[in-house]
């Protein structure tokens, strides 16, 4: 059975940090490509940050540039969010998601696997 889950939201200020973590379980963790999504209050799901198979390649939704960082540890079956100078826009339950092929995708229906998603919210 394959397990996504995310920890390490919580309610921060503006301009302040949150590092987010997906943990794997039940899947071949080296062979998928990971993705993190968020979903703000009201609004649809929306690409946020994606990183290959290998960590390699990295991309970002013009809105996380400069300012996320997705990283990945497959010897742990984790992927990370490092989230800097957050504003009040990146308030939204986040969710990592798992793609079996090498690079990823900014859809949301190219994704295999969701976790149940971490509430960040930043107050100002």
């Given at each position: 059975?394959?397990?996504?889950?995310?920890s390490?939201?919580?309610?921060v200020?503006?301009?302040?940090?949150l590092?987010?973590?997906?943990?794997?379980?039940?899947?071949?963790?080296?062979n998928y490509?990971?993705?993190?999504?968020r979903?703000?209050?009201?609004?649809?799901?929306?690409?946020?940050?994606g990183?290959?198979?290998s960590?390699?390649?990295t991309?970002?939704?013009?809105?996380?540039?400069?300012?996320?960082?997705i990283?990945?540890?497959?010897?742990?079956?984790?992927v990370?969010?490092?989230?800097?100078?957050?504003?009040?826009?990146?308030?939204a339950?986040?969710?990592?998601?798992?793609?079996?092929a090498?690079?990823?995708?900014?859809?949301?229906?190219a994704y295999?696997?969701?976790?149940?998603?971490?509430?960040?919210?930043?107050?100002s």
């Amino acid at each position: 059975q394959v397990q996504l889950v995310e920890s390490g939201g919580g309610l921060v200020q503006v301009g302040g940090s949150l590092r987010l973590s997906c943990a794997a379980s039940g899947l071949k963790f080296g062979n998928y490509a990971m993705g993190w999504f968020r979903r703000p209050p009201g609004k649809k799901r929306e690409f946020v940050a994606g990183i290959s198979w290998s960590g390699g390649t990295t991309y970002y939704a013009d809105s996380a540039k400069g300012r996320f960082t997705i990283s990945r540890d497959n010897a742990k079956k984790t992927v990370y969010l490092q989230m800097n100078s957050l504003k009040p826009l990146d308030t939204a339950v986040y969710y990592c998601a798992a793609r079996r092929a090498g690079f990823g995708s900014t859809l949301t229906n190219a994704y295999d696997y969701w976790g149940q998603g971490t509430q960040v919210t930043v107050s100002s």
